[in-house]
């Protein structure tokens, strides 16, 4: 089965897919959560302590970038 020969076909039932799955779950009935103002203090709390990290690196010169 030559692929390339059928794509345009695979494309379209594709599109039919993600249209048909798109509809399908629009209705869906699910409630929305909100978070209380108190724990989303408590959570940008959290995220301050986040550990970052910082690289102090000399750059390649063009001469070391073509000897690798």
Avoid: Q
Avoid at 10 to 30: N, Q
Wanted: hydrophobic share 60%; no cysteine; aromatic share 4%.
């Amino acid at each position: 089965m030559n692929i390339a020969k059928h794509m345009e076909v695979i494309f379209a039932a594709a599109a039919v897919v993600a249209g048909a799955t798109s509809f399908a779950t629009a209705a869906d009935g699910r409630v929305d959560v909100y978070l209380p103002a108190d724990k989303a203090v408590v959570l940008a709390k959290a995220d301050l302590d986040m550990p970052s990290v910082t690289v102090t690196a000399k750059r390649l010169s063009a001469a070391e970038k073509a000897a690798l």
